[in-house]
């Protein structure tokens, strides 16, 4: 029999989906992004398993990691650095303990049960999410088939056109830091 902490890491989606995507990461042969989802599968085992029950930080410590001037000067850094460098690969593999510790945080307060519009809403993005991990999915899977990866083009492909340009890449970076940014401003105020 299963342990509590096995089943609730069993039942936990987000380990599912990591452990599937790094899987599939070995049968694209990016080397790169199966380390990066490997990574991303054990953290989040380990985070669903409890087996590091206590925060990194303090809520007001994120505060001040979490300000706009920090985001600012990283959307600035990351904008003008050329994508796939050596140098920003760096600055991700720097930053990386640092939002671990930003986002490690144990809830002990009792979840509310949503309301009909919150699981209508729940359900709706769930369905957009699923519908369009199964885009990626299916599109990556016919391009390697078909040996081309414009024939049935990927969000990324489609997108990297834009991420070519500065203006294109800057835009991509402060939306990406800002939503970011939001979700951690928003774990705050709880």
């Not at 990283?74 to 303990?97: E, K, N, Y």
Request: charged share 15%; hydrophobic share 55%.
């Amino acid at each position: 029999m299963l342990s509590k902490s096995a089943r609730k890491l069993l039942r936990n989606p987000w380990v599912w989906f990591f452990v599937t995507t790094c899987a599939f990461q070995i049968f694209r042969g990016s080397f790169g992004d199966t380390i990066i989802f490997g990574l991303a599968a054990i953290l989040i085992a380990v985070a669903a398993s409890d087996a590091i029950p206590q925060d990194f930080l303090d809520r007001k410590q994120v505060r001040l990691v979490a300000s706009l001037p920090v985001a600012l000067g990283l959307a600035l850094t990351l904008t003008l650095l050329p994508r796939h460098s050596a140098i920003h690969a760096t600055i991700f593999i720097a930053v990386l303990p640092i939002v671990l510790a930003l986002v490690w945080h144990r809830d002990p307060a009792e979840k509310l049960k949503p309301n009909g519009e919150q699981k209508r809403a729940r359900t709706i993005w769930a369905g957009l999410c699923v519908g369009m991990c199964l885009w990626e999915l299916g599109a990556n899977i016919l391009g390697q088939l078909n040996n081309t990866l414009y024939a049935f083009p990927t969000i990324s492909i489609l997108l990297d056109p834009a991420l070519d340009t500065l203006l294109g890449q800057g835009v991509f970076v402060v939306v990406w830091l800002a939503v970011g940014w939001g979700f951690l401003r928003l774990g705050v105020k709880r």
